[in-house]
């Protein structure tokens, strides 16, 4: 018999040829339609002969069963009846295939060997067993296979991305038959496969000039050009190329195919996988499952990003509804998956896990865009946990949600490996290499948070270099700006962040980022007027900027507007509670509204003056905000002194109610002391905010703390009274005024006035220096008294103090600071004398308005003339309790 060739000629049966009875070349249509191989790879590897798809009459022998077909000797006739039953389908290919590697092991002469094998590599390729093809390809090189052979394994050795097997067989076919041009177009997507797309890109110009007439030719060029295009990156191109190839040849599901996955590479996902579901339906195995999986994982994809679009601009409960049904039909998505995947064959297992692990990374991005950090977590920790390579996109989604989950310390390895994993195809700037500047900066890493930004500076100009006019905006160079701004702000710079956004508002007064940057220098400049002036300025330019609202919620509070700003966070919170902002908002608020527990203690030695030794425990336990503005709190006072001429203890506690609303803060209470002439009585304070600059207060204490030891031990007591005026240029400036009267109960009378002058020269992310010079004189009605009286003195010293950032976590920080005073004291009757301090402490701040301190000090100061040196150890701790 003959076999058809594709130009129409025949050739007779010869030793490259296969012999009658041998399976023929042509099973494109078998591998391509049931194993969603790409259509051409198929179509070409396996040639035209349509010598499986006649029926030899005489060769319809009666064929034993497998078993013993298996057992018997190889001979020629039987295996011609093989190849029979098998295109008749009265045999299976699995149980085709345990003949031939049957015979395979048995002794055979090597024109027998090269026949069984080349139909064991067909059968195998036909079927869909394209490891086992490629394992047989392996024993029994091309050379050795006949020519209807090397179709198919070119085939298996694709699918399974034997790159190796591929070529060797491609070169073998090439040599055997140097104008075949099946073997020349599946050199074209060789070199494809192997990225090498001018290679191919060449092989294709050849193979088109002159244009070929024969319709399959044209078919199989025009797929070549449609392939050649998509590696290209031309979408157009190749979305033209199929469909004239669906016009030569109408109701082609192959052709189809390919070009909804061109549409689904384009940018159309949703449509392609739309249409996909269409053809399947219609005519069942036009797309493989895997193709099917793939398509809905990219139309998934561009949803998510549709409605992530869709909830930006919309407030209220509709906001997320979109990235709802995404996540729920990724759900239903990744159930698809798992069910055929698990029937998939082992050569395509790389490739559904590949789609399994991007729905399962565009999942980790829907639920971070959801508000579900924790749930985003959880999914990569599972995700990790297997041994998943994420795409650089879901490395940095398992960024974010470590960022917001205040986790920044784990979210940095995740940026720096989604930007390296990325490589050249991340444009500078991008998101990831935003979110990467900020969580350097949260976690102390400041030197490479510059580093970072400066090379985003240096990528992004102020006009676009590519465009289609000169000098067109670039707007990516006003976020750039912005962020610089907020960087300098964040590294405890804001002098020069004041300076950088007056800048940027003069040139963009409307801007969003540069509005929401000017108002939240001034909140944390010490200016909560000019903070809620600019706020108040911005909700009627963007009001719905949630960004600028939840920075105005926070202003309000620190204003005292504590109805208001509920009111606010409250409307916010219905807008979009899925938003990182709000939920930390509400974090804060919870903190700075809630109860709170403060504690200050301390203890020293060796002051003789004033005790020997003393120790004290003052606590305040307030309640929550009550109708946003009243707090209930309880005060207690403990302490001891041992004194030369006697010890003493104080308890103390009292029951207080606190007032604020906008500048005013008034609080009262009652108070119970267990010893003294002024064992109950009253206290209360009044506060007024004067504007940005000045700070007026008034105090008193019918049972004043600051009683010396000795007189308590002598049963005298105190009354105090007190008043105050501050005025603050800013975060590092401040002039104070204080007066102070004693009343004692043995009718002595102490006055006291203290001026100061704080400044902080230095300001850095790692170290700030300040000082405070003070000057204060006291005078006193009585010195016959035992406790320390001077009828007047005075003294002035200079601090300096330095503090260091040990250690950064978001919003939880360690600091070690060193504090150091000189001066002098005077004192009526004794002259003057040097007075000297040192202190060191520990500062940690663990989160919303959760503050630690603790530290040593000594210190020398004369008292009637003799200079006492005293040490003491001190703790602070405040803490709110919600």
Wanted: one cysteine or more; glycine letters at 8%.
């Amino acid at each position: 018999m003959s076999i058809h060739k594709k130009d129409g000629g025949t050739a007779a049966a010869g030793r490259n040829e296969a012999p009658a009875g041998s399976l023929p070349r042509n099973l494109a249509r078998v591998v391509r339609v049931a194993r969603g191989v790409p259509p051409i790879v198929c179509a070409l590897a396996l040639g035209v002969s349509q010598a499986y798809a006649d029926t030899d009459a005489d060769a319809r022998a009666t064929n034993p069963p497998a078993a013993d077909r298996s057992a018997a000797a190889y001979d020629a006739q039987q295996h011609d009846a093989l190849i029979v039953a098998r295109r008749a389908g009265r045999i299976t290919p699995a149980e085709a295939l345990q003949q031939l590697n049957a015979w395979l092991a048995a002794p055979l002469d090597d024109a027998q060997r090269r026949r069984v094998a080349s139909d064991a590599v067909s059968i195998a390729a036909g079927d869909g067993r394209f490891a086992e093809a490629v394992a047989l390809g392996r024993r029994f090189p091309p050379a050795q296979l006949l020519d209807y052979a090397l179709g198919p394994l070119t085939v298996a050795a694709r699918r399974t991305r034997d790159l190796a097997l591929q070529g060797e067989t491609i070169a073998a076919w090439r040599a055997r038959q140097p104008a075949s041009r099946d073997a020349r177009i599946h050199e074209a997507f060789w070199h494809l496969d192997s990225g090498d797309v001018a290679g191919a890109e060449a092989l294709y110009r050849a193979l088109s000039q002159p244009a070929p007439a024969d319709a399959a030719d044209r078919i199989a060029l025009l797929e070549l050009r449609g392939a050649v295009a998509r590696a290209g990156g031309d979408t157009l191109q190749a979305l033209a190329a199929y469909t004239a190839s669906s016009a030569l040849q109408p109701g082609r599901a192959d052709a189809r195919r390919e070009a909804d996955l061109v549409l689904a590479a384009g940018g159309a996902a949703s449509t392609a996988f739309d249409d996909a579901e269409a053809a399947e339906r219609a005519h069942p195995g036009t797309f493989s499952a895997l193709s099917l999986s793939t398509l809905q994982q990219q139309a998934l994809a561009q949803r998510l990003r549709w409605a992530v679009q869709d909830r930006d601009e919309r407030m209220g409960p509709s906001r997320t509804t979109s990235l709802d049904r995404v996540l729920a039909d990724q759900d239903a998505a990744l159930a698809r998956l798992d069910a055929a995947a698990a029937n998939a064959g082992p050569a395509d297992a790389e490739a559904w896990r590949t789609v399994r692990i991007r729905l399962q990374a565009d999942r980790m991005l829907a639920l971070v865009e959801r508000g579900r950090p924790a749930d985003a977590i959880a999914l990569y920790d599972t995700l990790r946990a297997t041994g998943a390579e994420l795409p650089p996109y879901g490395l940095a989604a398992a960024a974010r949600a470590f960022a917001q989950e205040r986790r920044s310390i784990d979210a940095v390895p995740l940026y720096e490996a989604a930007i390296a994993r990325a490589g050249a195809d991340l444009p500078m700037p991008d998101e990831i290499h935003f979110g990467l500047v900020y969580a350097y900066q949260d976690t102390g890493r400041f030197e490479e948070a510059e580093a970072l930004l400066q090379r985003i500076e240096a990528a992004t100009p102020a006009f676009l270099r590519l465009a289609p006019e000169a000098r067109r905006p670039n707007a990516q160079y006003t976020d750039v700006s912005g962020m610089r701004g907020l960087l300098t702000l964040y590294g405890n710079r804001p002098a020069l962040a004041q300076q950088r956004f007056a800048t940027l508002t003069d040139e963009a007064p409307l801007n969003a980022g540069y509005a929401y940057g000017a108002a939240l220098t001034e909140r944390l400049r010490d200016h909560p007027e000019a903070a809620l002036a600019r706020f108040e300025a911005q909700a009627a330019n963007q009001p719905f900027d949630i960004s600028a609202r939840a920075g105005h919620v926070e202003a309000l509070m620190d204003a005292g507007e504590f109805a208001e700003a509920r009111r606010r966070a409250e409307s916010l919170e219905a807008d979009a509670p899925d938003a990182a902002e709000v939920r930390d908002l509400a974090r804060k608020r919870r903190a700075i509204t809630g109860a709170q527990l403060e504690i200050d203690a301390g203890a020293s030695t060796g002051g003789a003056a004033i005790a020997d030794r003393e120790w004290r425990l003052d606590s305040r336990l307030s309640s929550g905000l009550i109708d946003d503005q009243w707090r209930v709190f309880y005060d207690q006072s403990l302490g001891r002194g041992d004194t030369a001429i006697g010890d003493a203890n104080r308890a103390r506690g009292g029951l207080g109610l606190a007032w604020q609303r906008g500048r005013w803060l008034a609080e009262g209470e009652v108070q119970r002391a267990n010893t003294g002439p002024y064992r109950t009585s009253v206290a209360g304070r009044v506060d007024y905010r004067a504007g940005d600059a000045w700070r007026l207060s008034a105090t008193y204490d019918g049972d004043s703390k600051e009683l010396p030891w000795k007189a308590q031990v002598t049963g005298v007591g105190a009354r105090e009274a007190g008043a105050s005026v501050g005025y603050v240029v800013d975060e590092s400036r401040r002039f104070d005024l204080k007066w102070k009267q004693l009343d004692f109960s043995d009718g002595n009378l102490r006055n006291g006035l203290d001026l100061s002058w704080s400044e902080r020269w230095i300001s850095t992310p790692r170290f700030q220096l300040e000082t405070r010079l003070g000057a204060d004189a006291s005078r006193s009605r009585a010195q016959d008294v035992a406790y320390f009286s001077p009828s007047s003195d005075a003294s002035a010293q200079l601090s300096v103090r330095a503090q260091w950032l040990n250690w950064k976590r978001d919003d939880r920080q360690f600091f070690q600071a060193v504090e150091i005073g000189g001066g002098g004291y005077r004192q009526a009757g004794f002259g003057t004398g040097a007075l000297w301090s040192v202190r060191y402490e520990h500062r940690w701040n663990l989160g919303p308005r959760m503050t630690l301190r603790y530290g040593v000090s000594i210190s020398a100061h004369p008292y009637d003339g003799v200079r006492e040196r005293q040490r003491g150890v001190f703790l602070n701790l405040s803490t709110p309790l919600q």
